[in-house]
């Protein structure tokens, strides 16, 4: 209803036909389940002027609706059909069903003061997407304009309810990616921009706020001749006194130091150093750095970054874009600010679900500091708008081989960077070479820079093997040079600019076993590659692999920008993966693509481990190829250290031919843990989608059912509870297929928490004892005692506490046999919850104490957070307002620390404690 009426079954869009036909079936969808009169049904579509045969068109019309949803049923098993009752014509059909009806019951939730803010705006947030358009779009008459017009009211008032519950949340960048869209659609309603000014107020921006009560009072006076309203004057007038409450920047922030090191050698680039100074001080923010490949834009940036960095105190964020990588996959924007917001300090925790919000508080964060940017290696504008700051006062230096037009159309400054002068071109020789070298041959190397073609990059390959071999001629190496030339097609089509003969001559200089390394680096698909990776690559110890790296460093055909990592510039993994193809039969290429893969899903099993050691034991891993060592975790930090190095090239090498379905599945599967744990939502979704695929390929009902299930548990922290509880049912049919009970549990017991989300804690405790009863069948120990608890935690939400206690005890015991730290720490949160109802606040202390104590031994710092809540609480209730203090105190700080919104109620109850003059 909301856009053209359409009947959709699935993914499919019935024809409902012409828009006369599409009226017939809206005037009866408007009043579902209830008769409406044929009259009634003639005014709805004709109005004034039905035609002499109207009822016999408006049988027709029936008659093809009744077949339309017959087809409907069929295909769905959802009942949906039109009968003809002595009232009139009655279409039966579940509410949920037509968008306008669970439209107006999820709005009537958003407003129920009884609900939770959280669940009232999860509510209105899900009614505002069902929005499509205007209802009953194409459909003409009075009746349909009535309709729309009560429609666009009731979105209208949802849209101003929805952004307050937000603000009140402190989701000030979920509104303010909303906004403006709705905003535009209802540009004189004045409720909508009270929320936006309240909304850049809250984010810091009142400069901007300022800007827009002005660009509203014109358009108000243009179009209907009036000022603002009382309430908009209001708020106008407080924020020109300064006196609205300060925005909660929520701490401060980290000050990022992301540059990549200075180039060594940098020279012959005076003229476009100015021009980025005088783009800079003319008050630029932008600057558009574009060049051919290996012209050296990425090192003019750097250098000169790195020459002004004292001006940014506020820190230098840094991304390679790889918009021109050899591997055909750009970095997606939303994966760059995910890791500016890592970089800026905030928590996991307070990353919102959505790319747009994510933008938002990534601008909202660097409004007013003075930061350095640089995107370096775009593929186009498209690619970075969504990463400018959008604030004068940073900067953002971008590079690209594309010229990036539609960044200057927008005020972006352009530098060009073409091939080296004749001078520049020497003077980066004899910063790496020396002075005395190159004056003592300055026909050789004259001779280099012109079979060079001048390009840096060829140079810089060329000068490391002369300084390697100081005592070889520069005319000498020059001749070397002469004979190695060659054409490189995917370069430009010239000999008199193919970098090939100056990677083909360090290439041969190599020895034969660093030579192979090279090769087989060009078919690594990630960023960077470490040196254990890089080991089991070429299917050599680790410590034969350190001085081939050493030696590949050394002829600057890779880089190494932090100890144990190593880069290649994409045109040379270019030229690498061209002579592995040229060299190496495809069954050797093939076998150190399987030797990478299983490195890494050996080694993300082994950090998997550690970060739960309790865990299910996954199903049986790929057999280990020969040559290759995975590293080892020794322990929780060294764990989560390596899936943070490792998260961008784990994600690049999950994207493999079918022939390595099992090995991708099962690195999705050590993935999984640690994405959830970071609040990688949507990077888990995509990891998830590859496992699913490749495990449909393999036709395993066992592997299929495990993606669907946390596929289901990833929608569920993105609040998609329909798609979360599509996903889980359908895990729970493959794993009764499958015949696994202890896949099976896992889904119940995941359904009982989608379904704690949701307050259903009856239906919840349902799933919770199903799946205690099959991991009892299954025999397996900790999915018991993690149920015991479970059970127990639901009979203690439902008043139910007797039972609770008698259930988190058995918990307890198990998990103390088991020596489950991991889990104990929430059984003793369960009991404490339970003695706190019955009134035994005395025990409820000791219990409360008990958990907090492990979760702070265990790092779990949001579960202290609760607990120490719960603790104050509890000694509240008793009369010690200083141990209550204490409990609160600490709980405000974790809060604090994690960047939550939590801390705010904790930080107001203890200012009630302090004006109740308690010292």
Not at 502 to 525: C, Q
Not at 527 to 545: E, M, N, Y
Not at 659 to 678: I, M
Request: glycine fraction near 8%.
């Amino acid at each position: 209803m909301f856009g053209e009426v359409q009947l959709r079954v699935g993914d499919q869009v019935l024809d409902v036909g012409a828009p006369r036909q599409q009226a017939v079936l809206a005037a009866l969808a408007v009043d579902a389940n209830r008769p409406v009169a044929i009259e009634t049904l003639v005014d709805r579509v004709w109005h004034e002027h039905p035609p002499a045969a109207a009822r016999n068109v408006l049988y027709s019309h029936l008659s093809r609706i009744r077949h339309l949803l017959r087809q409907a049923e069929e295909a769905t098993g959802r009942v949906a059909r039109l009968h003809r009752r002595p009232a009139g014509y009655v279409l039966e059909v579940d509410p949920r069903a037509v968008d306008l009806h669970r439209f107006a019951s999820l709005v009537h939730h958003g407003g129920d003061q009884q609900r939770p803010t959280e669940e009232r705006a999860e509510s209105l947030t899900e009614a505002l997407r069902l929005w499509r358009g205007p209802p009953l779009a194409g459909i003409e008459g009075e009746w349909a304009a009535r309709l729309r017009g009560s429609w666009h009211r009731r979105r209208l008032d949802a849209a101003v309810r929805w952004g307050s519950l937000q603000l009140d949340l402190g989701r000030v960048e979920e509104v303010l990616s909303v906004l403006p869209e709705l905003v535009a659609d209802y540009p004189l309603a004045e409720p909508l921009e009270v929320l936006f000014l309240r909304a850049l107020h809250a984010a810091g921006r009142d400069a901007e706020a300022l800007e827009h009560y002005a660009v509203v009072a014109r358009r108000l006076a243009d179009e209907l001749g009036t000022d603002p309203g009382p309430e908009l004057r209001a708020l106008h007038s407080a924020l020109l006194r300064g006196e609205l409450p300060a925005p909660d920047r929520r701490g401060p922030l980290a000050v990022p130091a992301q540059l990549p090191p200075d180039v060594f050698g940098f020279a012959g680039r005076d003229e476009e150093l100015r021009l980025v100074d005088d783009a800079v001080r003319a008050g630029a923010h932008i600057v558009a750095v574009s060049g051919t490949a290996g012209v050296g834009k990425t090192s003019l940036v750097l250098h000169w970054a790195h020459r002004v960095r004292a001006d940014y105190p506020d820190g230098q964020l840094y991304a390679n874009l790889r918009g021109f990588d050899p591997g055909g996959v750009p970095v997606s924007p939303a994966e760059v600010v995910r890791g500016f917001l890592d970089a800026l300090g905030v928590p996991a925790q307070r990353v919102p679900t959505t790319v747009e919000a994510q933008v938002g508080l990534y601008r909202s964060l660097v409004a007013d500091r003075r930061l350095l940017v640089v995107l370096d290696n775009a593929r186009d504008a498209e690619q970075v708008h969504q990463l400018l700051p959008g604030v004068p006062t940073c900067v953002v230096l971008v590079t690209s081989r594309d010229a990036l037009a539609g960044l200057v159309a927008t005020g972006a400054r352009p530098v060009t960077v073409d091939l080296l002068t004749g001078a520049g071109a020497r003077q980066l020789l004899v910063g790496r070479l020396g002075s005395a070298r190159v004056a003592a041959e300055p026909s050789g190397a004259e001779e280099i820079v012109r079979l060079c073609a001048r390009l840096p990059l060829a140079l810089a390959v060329v000068a490391a093997r002369a300084a390697s071999h100081p005592t070889f001629g520069l005319g000498a190496l020059a001749e070397q040079l002469r004979d190695a030339r060659g054409s490189l097609d995917e370069f430009a089509g010239d000999a008199a600019t193919d970098p090939r003969a100056a990677f083909s001559w360090s290439y041969r200089h190599l020895s034969p076993a660093a030579a192979r390394l090279f090769r087989l680096v060009g078919l690594h698909p990630g960023p960077h590659i470490g040196t254990h990776a890089a080991a089991s690559l070429a299917g050599l110890p680790t410590a034969r692999v350190r001085p081939l790296l050493a030696e590949l460093a050394r002829a600057r055909l890779l880089a190494q920008p932090s100890p144990g990592r190593y880069t290649c510039h994409d045109l040379l993994r270019d030229y690498a993966s061209e002579q592995a193809a040229a060299l190496d039969p495809e069954t050797d290429r093939r076998a150190a693509v399987r030797r990478l893969l299983a490195h890494y899903v050996h080694t993300a099993n082994e950090a998997d481990r550690r970060l739960d050691p309790r865990a299910e034991e996954p199903p049986p891993l790929p057999e280990l190829p020969p040559g290759v060592t995975p590293e080892r975790m020794t322990d929780l930090p060294r764990a989560l250290a390596w899936f943070e190095a490792e998260h961008s090239t784990l994600l690049a090498v999950l994207h493999q031919d079918p022939e390595l379905d099992a090995e991708v599945w099962h690195l999705g599967w050590a993935l999984r843990r640690y994405l959830a744990r970071r609040g990688h939502w949507h990077d888990e979704l995509d990891v998830l989608t590859v496992a699913l695929a490749a495990a449909e390929r393999l036709g395993d009902l066992g592997k299929q059912a495990f993606a669907h299930c946390y596929l289901g548990c990833t929608q569920v922290w993105l609040d998609k509870y329909e798609d979360a509880h599509c996903r889980l049912k359908t895990a729970l049919t493959l794993y009764r297929q499958a015949g696994d009970e202890v896949g099976q549990a896992s889904v119940h017991y995941n359904l009982a928490w989608a379904l704690e989300r949701q307050e259903e804690n009856e239906e919840a405790l349902e799933h919770a004892e199903q799946a205690l009863a099959l991991y009892r069948s299954a025999g397996y120990l900790p999915g018991q005692a993690k149920l015991l608890n479970a059970v127990g935690w639901f009979h203690a939400l439902l008043g139910e506490q007797r039972s609770a206690i008698e259930h988190c005890e058995r918990a307890l015991a198990l998990q103390v046999e088991l020596d489950d730290q991991a889990t104990v720490g929430q059984t003793w949160h369960s009991l404490g919850y339970a003695y706190d109802h019955l009134g035994d606040h005395t025990r409820a202390i000791a219990c409360y104490e008990a958990g907090a104590d492990l979760y702070r031994e265990s790092g779990y710092l949001f579960s202290e957070a609760l607990l120490l809540t719960s603790l104050g609480d509890s000694h509240l209730t008793v009369g010690d307002r200083d141990a209550a203090r204490t409990a609160l105190r600490r709980a405000r700080d974790i809060l604090d620390q994690l960047g939550l919104p939590d801390a705010d109620d904790i930080r107001a109850r203890l200012t009630t404690l302090e004006e109740k003059g308690e010292p």
